[in-house]
């Protein structure tokens, strides 16, 4: 209302930067502790269910099977990342996602995630599927041991000790 009022009286308007805004947008949607951690583990729960099913498919590995287990892990990596947004915020997460240290990590896992749906719905090649599967987790692995001081470090010394 006050930015209509000082529009028809000719006033001029104070430009608003992006963190204001942001800020107003994290202002109307923000959750309670509680309610952040409640979805974060339905969603955290959702995602482990559906990888679990995932796997539980490839016991009768047919064609068709395999398609189904790349769609359904996929769709459990998307619900376990959906979960850490509740708990950090989309922003917040988005930003911790694309650090300079997780950029390449975050990038070839959503690059891998897409190109594992791709090949499991619609050029229907089921081998392809699962080696995107493989290139996602390790994507996703590697990410997720981004957040653990050291530990990127600590996995390079070992397999470099099993390589040479």
Known sequence: ????????????EEPE???????????GT?????????????????????????????????SSNLAIFAVFYSLGNITI??????????????????KENRIIATIVFLVFLILTVCAAVWWGTALLAILFCVIQFLAF??????YIPYARDVVK???GSIVS
Request: proline letters at 2%; hydrophobic letters at 50%.
């Open 17 to 27: 930067d992006e963190e204001n805004i942001i800020t107003q947008i994290y202002e």
């Open 1 to 12: 209302m006050d930015k209509l009022r000082k529009m028809l009286q000719g006033e001029e």
């Open 141 to 146: 692995a590697w990410y997720a041991i981004s």
């Open 157 to 159: 010394k070992c397999f």
């Open 30 to 62: 923000s959750l309670s502790w509680s309610t952040r951690v409640k979805g974060f583990t339905i969603c955290f729960v959702t995602g482990c269910v559906l990888a679990f099913l995932s796997v539980l498919v490839l016991l009768f590995p047919t």
């Open 81 to 98: 990342i959906a979960g850490s947004l509740f708990l950090m915020g989309p922003v917040s997460q988005a930003k911790r996602m694309f």
